[in-house]
């Protein structure tokens, strides 16, 4: 059911825990399955993700799809970061079963809160970022 990528990066997820002091900071959710999914961005003068770290309260394929996407992001630039889309990271583990497509839209949507957060912080506007909704059930339906 799931891939080998999928397996590996749920029984050996990278990037867990928190940074501190963090340049930016998104936490989301689904009420719809109740899993939640923080991650913690530290960013250069220079607007690059230098280290992502994340902390997932959710089922496998949400640690899975936390796990890669923070190796995705890190060495990006803030505006490349958008091109991790749930698709990006998706394909990046060799695919999720289509019940499960939902948790990678919740690493999609942590990482843009993230991004949103170090955006007001630095009072700054990352093209093509929209304001990340807390509860991503809503935005599936
Ligand atoms: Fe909710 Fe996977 S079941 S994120």
Request: cysteine-free; aromatic content about 0%.
């Given at each position: 059911m799931y891939s080998e990528k999928v397996m590996d990066h749920f029984n050996n997820?990278?990037?867990v825990g928190e940074i501190e002091n963090p340049s930016g900071v998104g936490t989301v959710g689904n009420a719809k399955c109740g899993d939640i999914m923080r991650i913690y961005l530290d960013i250069d003068n220079q607007g690059v993700i230098q280290d992502a770290k994340f902390k997932t309260f959710g089922c496998g394929a949400a640690v899975a799809t936390s796990s890669m996407a923070t190796e995705l992001v890190k060495g990006k630039t803030v505006q490349e970061a958008?091109?991790?889309?749930n698709k990006a990271v998706m394909e990046a583990l060799d695919g999720l079963p289509p019940v499960k497509v939902h948790c990678s839209l919740l690493a999609e949507e942590a990482i843009h809160a993230a991004l949103w957060d170090y955006a007001k912080k630095h009072h700054i506007g990352i093209a093509g970022l929209e304001e990340p909704v807390a509860d991503i059930g809503q935005r599936e339906e």
């Open positions: 997820p990278r990037n958008l091109s991790v889309t």
